[in-house]
């Protein structure tokens, strides 16, 4: 599975023109993975591939039967409104399916008349959550950030003992991940007393915020009561998205201890709507290092093979002014998912290691993903040092933390010389009053 193939030709072109624009997120190396509906039929929803600016209809594919083997036993499972089906298939059906799409979108294909009337732009369509969603588990793997957020927690004990030897994460909440693109109310919540001896307040998050994160959808799952090693962690990864774990940081620094998380996290979370499969990311997986000074992992979190995955991150804002006055997105930092302190195949190693059963189509959050450096910042706790310092945008306004209106958008993708770009689309969500 971990083998580059004919599908990662960086040579390889499509008949859809679109797939071979430079700055196209989807080139025929990407094929990445949503479930959509045109906006005619708006509650149709169905599973697509995305290729340039369309988008590849596979449950009309899948009845039309084109394909033999193993890839014909995939794109079945493509016929439902959901990719769980899909997901709880492996490496070897997945890997298949991607090769037989490979080959009917590259130009010169036989079969372009039949898929060409399959296609959808992708300006007229509407998105779906990619698969429902049993459980959610949040990750916490950016030393960088665990560190700055540490640091405004507990200024004397930022980074806990813990930190370098346990992957840290929480059970998060299924039911209140949306797709990119929709809207949520501001929470309200329960926040600290003002002064020490006075009641909690109550009332709406004054301190709300984004955390920069990717999603990780497992693929085929687990027994109860049987560990995933970590040497077949990696084959368990369907693939990935983006995902933004908004976060009420008055009612998080209130409620969080003893047992971490909750209402400050679970009202709403935010995924982007495409899957880029994790044999697309494979030409972007690059030695997973940790440092010599630092505790090396223990036996169930080490593997000479596990990698690293190479994806540059943005995050841009917009707000009610801005957008009035017909601006562009103010960019506000970007990070690398490289700079993460523990990599996905450990996070599934670890997550499974009681017995804890990972079933497809659960998401698993890496964390807000920040870099070591200014710039790099994966939430406005970080860039505004707690709200202390005020980040000016461009147009005018600032911002300590998100208000009324505002618009958070991420973007992500992989970049090396001599190979297609690798895009994740967009995820996108606005803060409404409460
Ligand atoms: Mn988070």
Redesign the pocket.
Known sequence: MNQLNATHDPALKSWVVSANQPDTDFPIQNLPYAVFASKDAAHDFRVGVGIGDQILDLRALASLAPFKGEAAQALSACKYNNLNALMALNTSLWSALRSELSQSLARGSSRKELLQQLLLPQSDAIYGLPAQIGDYT?F?ISLHHASAVGKQFRPDNPLLPNYKWVPIGYHGRASSINVSGHSFTRPMGQMRPEAEGAEPRVGPCERLDY?L?LGIFIGNGNPQGRRIPIEDAESHIFGLCLLN?W?ARDIQAWEYQPLG?FLA?NFASTISPWVISYEALLPFRIPYERSPSDPQPLPYLSSETASALDIKLEVWLSTEQSRARGLEPAYLASSNFKDAYWNIAQLISHHTINGCNLRAGDLL?T??LSGPESGQEGSLLEMTKGGNQALHLPWGEERRFLEDGDEVIFKASCQKDHYPRIGFGKCRATVMPT
Request: glycine residues 18%.
């Open positions: 949040d916490y955390e994160e774990d976060s998380p996290k959050g964390g807000t």
